[in-house]
């Protein structure tokens, strides 16, 4: 593992030590001069005493014991290697305290490189590093490249000093602390804008400019340009109403020549970007994804292409189940039915959902997970003994975490927490990508069923109902997706059975139809368990997007599942049973070859 080394010139590590999160807030963290040298490496990334700054940065993690630092050199330099070799001023080193096996911004790096890089978006490069301040070791740390505007860094390019103009390239979070920023004393925060999404639908609405900005001209008009993105999106998804900018780009006008929501969302947001930032999210279930450390871009010069785009992935120490109640089990879908707005734009749009399905398809070629899981392996096993130094040296650290599972917090050996602490990682990893299987591998209908299968659809009316009912009557509404009406009012623990008859044995393909409010955070899963026969299918359920029907917000969002079930000749069952109140169970469709009665 190379090691860089920082030496002050008072020769003192206070500077390390002694701020947390509210001297930050006071703008009371100051650069200090330092020289660093970088050794235990390849020859051509070996350096000695070049001249920088240091200090501790972040929000949330000054408050740890081993906080990140920031290196800032007084000239470009290239550091072990990374971003293929070009030269930066900025570059970060990542503590990693809350995540024991200290390989969860590896793995989120490795995929964000893999699935972002793979379409031409930036991600930061990374390398392990043992870190020792004033000849005292540090710990092992992350070496990755700072989040900002500089050529390569993102889409966007540079600003010229003290331009005014709006034809430039912007870089901003989707940043909790905003109002952090904006109170900060003698003016230290950067630039932040608040915007309006309408309907009360999301969460915060801050944003935080991370570019150089140098008129407010420029800050109101990224916001106001935010805001007409944001309705232009809004109104194609869910209303089918579809508008563009006006030639000046400052205000939205009906767009006849769409032809559909995707065209519509396609003028203002580079999509492939957001599929890919979505998946990235999907997969790690990150705590922040609501709340901060999530990067957008806009590049308004000539050459720009003027669309909200999705890149610098940031800030994993929280993911991939580690942080108690936050998809520990591995299963359901997290990103997107978290509080971000723009993966909350997205909510069963099935276009959309199609493209996600088109990359995930792709990234199994690259093999992402196996690639993952042996970035860990190798990790685990060839840092072993650097891993057991830094634990020597932030006992504490092993003490526990509230923050973090149990499990994790039972590692308080300094030579196993780590090894131990990269298997639970592992496991969690390989579940993870299984759920997204079940739900983002298409099934093809017609390559799936025989080419006589006939599809038998039975409506959720003509059910046996059972078990935990309302106090009041099953009803049934208006017309709803299959042209008559659905059931509502199911209470947990009802019942609902279906009773086929089919001639011959046979492996048929069963769909069910749920509508779902456009603002809840459930999925078909955990609505329903379903078995046949009495035994419980346990393949898991696969999504297939449905169009909207219905015009108010309960009956807005419609989930369709196919899952293979067999089916014995004669007389079959196949029961749902609601796992917590739903309404609105339309009909089940079985494809057949057998003829069912």
């Known amino acids: 593992m190379p090691s ?30 330092a020289t660093v040298s970088v050794n235990n490496c390849e020859t051509e990334y070996q350096m000695s005493d070049v001249a920088a700054e240091v200090k501790v940065r972040g ?28 030269k930066y001023k900025n570059w970060v080193l990542l503590a990693d305290w809350k995540d024991l096996s200290m390989s969860n911004n590896t793995v989120a790096f490795y995929l964000g490189k893999t699935i972002l890089g793979s379409d031409g978006y930036y991600c930061t490069d990374f390398r392990n590093v043992e870190v020792y301040l004033n000849g005292q070791y540090w710990g092992v740390y992350l070496l990755v490249e700072q989040q900002e505007v500089k050529d390569g860094r993102t889409s966007v390019p540079e600003v010229e000093d003290d331009y005014t103009g709006t034809d430039i ?22 630039p932040t804008f608040v915007m309006n999404y309408g309907g009360g639908r999301n969460g915060h609405k801050g944003y935080t400019v991370k570019s150089d900005i140098y008129d407010d001209g420029q800050l109101t008009f990224l916001r106001n340009y935010m805001d007409n993105v944001y309705q232009i999106v809004d109104r ?30 396609s ?82 749009v099935s276009w959309f959902n199609d493209m996600v399905c088109e990359k995930w398809a792709e990234i199994k070629e690259y093999k992402v997970l196996d690639n993952a899981l042996a ?130 044995a046979t492996t048929a393909y069963l769909f069910a139809a749920v509508s779902q409010r456009a603002n809840m955070s459930v999925d078909f899963g955990s609505w329903f368990s379903v078995a046949v026969n009495g035994t419980a299918l346990v393949m898991p359920y696969r999504e297939v997007p449905a169009l909207p029907n219905g015009g108010d917000d309960w009956h807005t969002f419609m989930s369709i599942k196919l899952v293979p079930i067999e089916l014995k000749a004669g007389a079959n069952t196949i029961t749902f049973t609601t796992l917590e109140r739903v309404t609105n169970f339309d009909y089940i469709e079985i494809y057949s070859a057998e003829k069912i009665s």
């Open 59 to 86: 929000n949330y993690t000054l408050e740890y014991a081993k906080k990140p630092i920031r290196i800032k050199f007084n000239k470009k330099n290239n550091m072990l290697g990374l971003h293929e070799g070009e």
């Open 236 to 265: 194609a998804n869910r209303q089918n109403s579809y508008y563009k900018f006006n030639a000046e780009r400052t205000a939205i006008v009906p767009a006849p020549e769409f032809t559909s929501a995707k065209e519509a969302v």
């Open 169 to 190: 390239g912007y870089f901003f979070e989707y940043d909790g602390y905003y109002t952090d920023e904006q109170n900060m004393p003698n003016g230290a925060g950067d």
């Open 375 to 504: 970035l860990v392996a190798k990790e685990k096993a060839t840092y072993k003994a650097y891993y057991t130094k830094n634990y020597q040296k932030w006992t504490q650290r092993l003490n526990g975490n509230m923050e973090v599972v149990s499990q994790l917090n039972s590692y308080r050996d300094a030579n196993t927490a780590q090894g131990l602490a990269s298997d639970y990682l592992t496991n969690w990893l390989t579940r993870r990508f299984a759920y997204l299987d079940s739900q983002w591998v298409k099934i093809e209908i017609n390559e799936d069923l025989p080419a006589n299968a006939v599809a038998y659809k039975l409506e959720a009316e003509s059910a046996t109902f059972g078990g935990g009912l309302t106090n009041a009557a099953i009803r049934t509404n208006r017309a709803y997706a299959s042209g008559t009406a659905y059931v509502g009012d199911l209470n947990v623990n009802t019942t609902l059975t279906f009773t086929v008859n089919v001639e011959k």
């Open 267 to 348: 003028a203002v947001l580079d999509v492939q970007s957001l599929v890919d930032t979505y998946i990235l999210n999907e997969i790690a279930c990150d705590l922040d994804i609501d709340w901060s450390s999530f990067y957008l871009s806009l590049n308004m010069t000539a050459e720009g292409n003027k669309k909200v785009t999705f890149e610098a992935p940031w800030d994993f120490d929280s993911c991939f189940g580690i942080v108690n109640g936050v998809c520990n089990n591995a299963q359901g879908m997290y990103a997107m039915n978290k509080g971000n707005p723009w993966f909350n734009l997205m909510r069963n």
């Open 4 to 33: 860089i080394r920082i030496n002050t010139a008072d020769g003192k590590n206070t500077w390390a030590t002694q701020y947390n999160r509210n001297d930050k807030l006071q703008d009371r963290i100051d650069y200090v001069d």
